[in-house]
């Protein structure tokens, strides 16, 4: 019997070791679907004044483990206020440019080279994502100030308009669904929860942006950043309007960041679906 098992795990591993290595280091990928090119708009750079670090390198993660090429954008203005993470409180009398800061996730070459977001023409693009931070609410809307009233960048508005219209998919991770709420008429998206239910595990801090984008005529969707029980799924798929779109850091709680990880990754996995059709 240990023989005849021997046996056949040498015989496994030859047969594995013919395979292409896309097929052997798979593990738990969705599938890879050929060249989409991913337009990926950030903010700043840093959770409290632009881009949150993890939400866009986990979706720069994503997007390449499954085949996809993007570009990274960002707007070329100076961004609403810089913040001290350490503090997490205003730092005077600094100014920082988006698009500088946002270059930190850039390599300088190639497809992770920063571009200017003015530049971004949907033609070039199968779908748009755009991850979370603060830097959403304040530097590509006035939301921190206006609230439910706020005024959308111009880039970003005309780009969200532009993909939609074009029936080309747009995926929105933590706050981000309030910048396609605000323009495009009934969408369907998900900011995790309505109400801030703390426990042992976390709280939702940021309810009042599921107002928000409740008072601006979308339709809301309880979702939770991870997969609690089968069937409850970490991103809410609005396929009519080609949108999805997952909690992420809207969750806060020590016990977060392989949620987060896995949350993104099914925002990117649909966003691709739906790309390649």
């Known amino acids: 019997m240990l023989a005849s098992r021997a046996l056949l795990a040498r015989q496994a591993a030859t047969v594995l070791s013919r395979q292409p ?7 738990g990928d969705w599938g890879n679907w050929g060249h989409s090119n991913i337009a990926v708009v950030f903010s700043g750079c840093g959770w409290w004044d632009g881009t949150d670090v993890h939400e866009a390198a986990y979706t720069m993660y994503h997007l ?4 996809a090429r993007f570009q990274i954008f960002a707007p070329n203005q100076q961004q609403m206020q810089v913040m001290d993470h350490c503090k997490v409180q205003p730092s005077s009398g600094e100014n920082r440019n988006m698009m500088v800061e946002a270059g ?3 390599h300088g070459q190639g497809m992770t080279q920063m571009h200017d977001l003015s530049r971004l023409d949907v033609s070039n693009f199968d779908a748009v994502i755009f991850p979370g931070g603060h830097g959403v609410t304040k530097n590509l809307c006035s ?15 005309r780009i969200l308009k532009d993909f939609h219209r074009s029936r080309k998919p747009i995926g929105l991770a933590s706050m981000s669904p309030l910048l396609a709420c605000r323009v ?3 969408l369907e998206v998900t ?7 703390s426990s042992r595990w976390g709280h939702w801090p940021n309810t009042n942006m599921v107002q928000a984008v409740k008072s601006m005529g979308a339709r809301h969707n309880v979702r939770e950043p991870y997969i609690s029980f089968p069937g409850l799924h970490e991103a809410y798929v609005d396929e009519k309007n080609k949108v999805v779109s997952t909690p992420t850091f809207m969750w806060e709680t020590d016990y977060h960041y392989h949620y987060i990880f896995d949350g993104i990754g099914n925002m990117v996995k649909h966003v691709m679906r739906m790309a390649a059709k």
Request: glycine fraction near 10%; hydrophobic fraction near 25%.
């Open 64 to 67: 390449s483990r499954n085949g």
């Open 191 to 197: 900011m995790g929860y309505e109400r801030d239910e």
């Open 21 to 27: 290595a896309c097929l052997v280091h798979q593990g």
């Open 143 to 157: 939301f921190s100030k206006d609230g439910k009233d706020c005024k959308l960048h111009s880039d970003v508005e």
């Open 184 to 186: 495009l008429p009934s």
């Open 104 to 106: 930190r996730f850039s």
